[in-house]
């Protein structure tokens, strides 16, 4: 973990700590997490990717924003990545245009937000060039979640499906449906066109509202 080692920014999030899978030519992925960021390519405390295809493999448990530091001797070696994510089957999904990527020349003392909203997974940052990062600083995102409510009636729109959740018992029982069958793009999920070319939002009456619970810290 980056640890006392971030980004010095008023509201940043808490740090998500990664699983560290493994890792391909050269690139050691430990030293983008020790709490230390050196001046130098030699070090082991940074993590160098020395060729195209080298890359690190991390499993990522949130969502996140990934902060990085370069060096200031080689500030120049900033390569963008091809991010591959694991899929449910085991293989490796090309994700890359999901995420834009802001890279530019940083000494090690410097942070820039390098991948926003990477959403939770097992992902490959995998070379297109040369690049050394001297640390890294995962950044929870922490997101709202909705629910529809009709009447005294909840309903989940989880997936782009209406499902009545009903009227809950209690606020332990409410806080659950909202952590469960919240979701966090409201937008998305009510005005995405169905096979019919309907959308979810047609299937709430005038009288619906929005109801949103907020992460605790």
């Known amino acids: 973990m980056a640890g ?17 899978i493994g890792t391909y030519g050269i690139a050691t992925a ?13 070090s082991n405390g ?37 991010i591959i994510k694991k899929n449910d089957s085991g293989g490796y999904d ?24 990477l959403l939770p997974g ?5 070379s297109t060039g040369k690049r050394i990062d001297s640390e890294w600083y995962l950044e929870e995102v922490n997101t709202n979640k909705f629910l ?3 009447g005294t009636q909840y309903y989940s729109i989880k997936n782009n499906v209406l ?3 009903g009227l809950p018992t209690d606020d332990t029982q409410k806080e659950k449906w909202f952590n469960d069958n919240g979701v966090d793009d409201l937008k998305t ?21 929005i109801r949103m619970m907020k992460p605790k810290d």
Do not use: H
């Open 46 to 82: 940074v993590c160098y990717w020395g060729s195209v295809d080298y890359y690190i493999e991390l499993l990522i448990p949130k969502k996140c924003n990934i902060w990085r530091s370069g060096i200031n001797s080689f500030s120049n070696m900033c390569a963008p990545f091809s």
């Open 4 to 20: 006392t080692v971030k980004p010095n920014i008023v509201g940043l999030g808490k740090e998500v700590t990664p699983t560290i």
């Open 189 to 209: 999920a009510l005005l995405t066109p169905q096979s019919d070319g309907s959308k979810l939002i047609d299937k709430l009456d005038e009288k619906f509202e």
């Open 94 to 117: 090309d994700v890359t245009s999901l995420y834009s990527q802001t890279l530019t020349q940083i000494g090690n003392t410097q942070w820039e937000k390098t991948i926003i909203n």
């Open 163 to 165: 499902t009545l959740l």
């Open 30 to 42: 430990t030293g983008l997490f020790d709490g230390a960021q050196p001046d130098s390519w030699v």
């Open 148 to 150: 529809i409510k009709q």
């Open 122 to 126: 097992q992902y490959r940052f995998v």
